[in-house]
């Protein structure tokens, strides 16, 4: 029993044993301007901060991932710029070191963000799961959705103006997870802005791809131009 519920009976209990055979009138109303009060205190005890939402991330077993990951990786970063980016999954590196877009792929990322004209450490930089799939494979829809809530309380939490979401996991994500995740192709809807409870959502791709498809970065410096003019 949550100890509000527990509070309350002893209330009740309380004008009881005074003899009230009906509330008092105005207790309601005095209960309602508590709980007002009472509520911003719980999420602020819960959610406020990006660090209590990283505890529990920390502290999450809730998926087979979390038991073969060695770190889980969280979002990091700071909203100044109002820009978030999302990838997929910590990789390899990511994984031994618990931040995330650390490896090759990192660098790519942040050779972007340079470009653009900002610090890394000014963006906010996540992931659309939080721990390692083995063998670097991609997470399946089930560990998505499970992971899910963190993202969106993370999202909450930044408030980004401007998303950027890298690949396809990450876009399939955001577009509530609809069909199947390989029907989305991220060089067919990469170029289309879509909206994510009314923030701007610009599907790019992923760095690792563009690794080894170097041909694309210009498309991808064409997303985040879209982007820089949105944030402006
Ligand atoms: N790829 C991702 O999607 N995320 C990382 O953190 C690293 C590589």
């Given at each position: ?12 209990n ?26 911003m ?15 529990r ?5 809730n ?14 970063g700071?909203?100044?710029v ?24 990192g ?58 979401t890298?690949?396809?996991v ?61 944030l402006?």
């Amino acid at each position: 029993m949550g100890r509000e519920i527990e509070n309350l009976l002893d209330i009740l209990n309380f004008y009881k044993a005074l003899g009230f055979k009906e509330l008092p009138s105005g207790f309601i109303n005095s209960i309602l301007k508590d709980r007002e009060s009472c509520d911003m205190t719980h999420q602020e005890a819960i959610f406020e901060s990006i660090d209590s939402l990283n505890d529990r991330i920390k502290k999450c077993f809730n998926c087979p991932l979390s038991k073969s990951r060695t770190n889980p990786v969280c979002g990091e970063g700071d909203n100044s710029v109002g820009l978030m980016f999302i990838g997929e999954a910590p990789g390899v590196e990511e994984d031994k070191i618990g931040r995330p877009f650390v490896g090759e792929a990192g660098k790519l990322l942040t050779n972007l963000i340079e470009k653009m004209g900002f610090k890394r450490e000014n963006v906010y930089i996540t992931n659309t799961v939080k721990c390692h799939p083995p063998g670097n494979r991609e997470p399946t829809k089930e560990e998505i959705s499970m992971c899910f809530d963190y993202l969106k309380k993370e999202i909450e939490l930044i408030a980004p103006k401007v998303i950027m979401t890298l690949g396809k996991v990450a876009t399939y994500a955001l577009k509530n997870m609809e069909g199947k995740i390989n029907d989305l192709s991220i060089s067919k809807i990469r170029g289309k802005v879509f909206f994510y409870k009314n923030i701007p959502v610009i599907p790019t791709f992923h760095p690792a791809y563009l690794l080894r498809n170097r041909k694309d970065k210009w498309l991808t410096w064409e997303d985040a131009q879209e982007a820089m003019r949105r944030l402006k």
